[in-house]
């Protein structure tokens, strides 16, 4: 396993920086906050760039690359921020098309033309969650019923991939939007809405039915896509937290105090060398799952919840310390520095906490029985 980036891989990143900064300064994230803009142009300029089409196959007009190279542009859209239906498109929706080996949409997202999310957790549990959610076979098609929490872009996206219980197991619809009923639940970082979905008595069949239930194949499928979902939520919430360190130690280096910069005190110089390390950490093992995803390697289950975990305890300590160094200015809403420490926040929420992938990783190791 190589933990070297290639050359285009480095091109990759340095080009998605150059496009990030220029399209989404500060001041379009905080017109989303303030509610005089939603991203609509950013999300124009990523399409234009053909960014929709970087994990989908060349046949189906993408750009083929791999889940490193998604890896990096997630990156690069926490660094920034960006509100955009890049992130759930890419790392929700795609992934369970393409693990249950479905083509359905993947020209049309390729194309930048619909967006997609999936519609997994129940009560805020994504992993193996109490599933509510019922398929039940009429003919030929099957009726589903149920509730779906924290569905990212729940309601912009225009397509779901749904999660649902079957009498033969779990399975997965793809449904649209316009059929199902969206609410918006109010969170502190507006560039990721999340919303909950209700599902009534919601009929699908054919080409919409992803993973049937009662296919041996459902379960891993599914387990497998929300891997790839975990992996770019922390690395997206990692970015974030290096970005706050960063800004962090320009402004201990500039701010004065008795005399001298306040980063020249040797307790500040041991706090911002515990958010380095923690960014490190965190940022190391992100990287390692994503490379076990790539390779297909046995170690992805374990990897993923390390990653994810160490993201959630890196914006704990990175958030806590950026807004304390920070001073009063910190608590500003005219600075930007809230920005990064609510998207850190709302990251660490989504897909499981790190008290969550923890217990998940005792499960994997055989420390805990299976919740």
Request: charged share 20%.
């Amino acid at each position: 396993m190589d933990f070297e980036f290639t050359t285009d891989q480095l091109e990759l990143r340095a080009n998605a920086r150059a496009v990030l900064e220029a399209a989404c300064p500060a001041t379009v994230v905080r017109a989303v906050y303030e509610g005089t803009g939603d991203g609509t142009a950013l999300w124009g300029q990523l399409v234009q760039l053909d960014w929709p089409g970087l994990a989908i196959p060349e046949e189906h007009g993408g750009m083929g690359l791999g889940m490193v190279e998604l890896a990096i542009v997630v990156e690069e859209l926490g660094r920034a921020v960006a509100p955009t239906p890049l992130l759930a498109t890419l790392t929700q929706f795609v992934p369970l098309l393409r693990e249950a080996g479905s083509t359905r949409l993947l020209q049309e997202i390729a194309a930048g033309t619909v967006t997609g999310t999936l519609a997994l957790a129940e009560d805020g549990v994504w992993h193996r969650p109490r599933m509510h959610t019922t398929a039940r076979r009429d003919g030929r098609d099957w009726v589903l019923n149920g509730v779906k929490s924290h569905v990212l872009d729940g309601t912009t996206a225009d397509w779901l991939a749904v999660v649902a219980q079957g009498n033969d197991g779990v399975g997965a619809f793809v449904v649209p939007a316009a059929a199902v009923v969206a609410t918006p639940i109010e969170v502190m970082d507006p560039t990721l809405p999340i919303a909950t979905v209700l599902l009534n008595d919601l009929t699908v069949g054919g080409e919409d039915v992803l993973l049937e239930p009662g296919d041996p194949a459902a379960a891993q499928a599914i387990e497998r896509a929300l891997q790839t979902s975990v992996t770019a939520m922390a690395c997206s919430t990692v970015a974030s937290c290096r970005r706050l360190f960063e800004i962090t130690l320009d402004y201990a280096k500039q701010r004065e105090q008795f005399g001298r910069p306040i980063g020249s005190f040797q307790a500040l110089k041991h706090r911002l060398a515990d958010l380095y390390l923690a960014v490190e950490r965190a940022a190391s093992l992100a990287w390692f799952a994503a490379l076990t995803i790539a390779e297909d390697d046995d170690r992805r289950a374990i990897a993923v919840a390390m990653a994810k975990a160490a993201a959630g305890e890196c914006q704990r300590l990175v958030v806590r310390d950026a807004l304390q160094l920070h001073g009063g200015i910190g608590f500003t809403w005219e600075h930007d520095l809230h920005f990064l420490l609510k998207r850190a926040k709302v990251g660490d929420g989504l897909l499981g906490t790190a008290a969550c992938h923890r217990a998940h990783l005792a499960e994997f190791l055989g420390l805990a029985a299976p919740a």
